[in-house]
């Protein structure tokens, strides 16, 4: 756009255009033309093709303005939607991909859940390290289905104190209709949806994880 003509009328306080924001938006940009308009001197007017350039100025900024809104509204209406996507996904199951608990130096238990999809007639925990190898398991009581906080002291099947590392779990168990069945670290029921700060939690166990971090949802098959 380019610079409005110097106006040979002497402005007043009456005739300034306020712009708080310093930005030319459609109303102050008309308000500046018309009140050039006003104060364009008689004898030697506005030339005519600036008077286009500046009209068509006018009608660029408005489209630009209602693009703006519309691209708002549309960024609006896909965050209500992705909202309500999590919101269904409430029930199903949510897989965040990670089996595997650290030990360090310092930890003397360490505690996790599990989540069982049906009832446990009998079974066991196993604990793996990287290689796959078992290093401990636990015998699994009969329960009803959902799921469970373990303990573990850190040892081996042999007594011994595990070293710092990662180490993977599962579970084998026997449903009481005789079925086997397995579940493992990371894949739990979503609870409830939680909307902090722009972002979203999901509830998973007792605690709650970044939606981001889930892997995969589905529906548990019994």
Do not use: C
């Not at 924001?21 to 364009?40: G, H, R, Y």
């Not at 595997?100 to 360490?110: A, G, L, P, R, S």
């Not at 710092?164 to 990371?186: M, Q």
């Amino acid at each position: 756009m380019n610079t409005i003509n110097q106006l040979n009328k002497t402005p007043s306080s009456q005739d300034k255009v306020f712009n708080p924001k310093s930005q030319l938006d459609k109303d102050a940009f008309l308000k500046l033309f018309i009140k050039q308009l006003e104060m364009q001197d008689p004898t030697d007017p506005m030339d005519t093709d600036k008077m286009l350039e500046q009209t068509a100025s006018l009608t660029t900024l408005e489209m630009n303005q209602n693009m703006q809104n519309t691209l708002n509204k549309l960024a609006s209406e896909l965050k209500s939607n992705e909202e309500l996507n999590t919101i269904n996904a409430i029930g199903k199951i949510a897989d965040t991909g990670n089996r595997y608990i650290n030990i360090t130096d310092k930890d003397v238990t360490k505690s996790f859940e599990l989540y069982f999809g049906d009832d446990i007639s009998s079974g066991k925990v196993i604990i793996k390290d990287k290689l796959g190898n078992v290093i401990r398991e636990f015998p699994l009581e009969a329960h009803t289905k959902g799921i469970l906080s373990f303990e573990w002291d850190l040892r081996d099947n042999n007594g011994n104190r595990v070293k710092s590392d990662s180490y993977e779990v599962i579970a084998e168990y026997i449903s009481p209709d005789g079925k086997s069945h397995t579940t493992a670290l990371g894949a739990y029921p979503i609870e409830s949806i939680r909307f902090d700060n722009g972002e979203v939690l999901a509830k998973l166990g007792s605690r709650y994880v970044p939606f981001s971090n889930i892997k995969e949802i589905y529906q548990w098959q019994g």
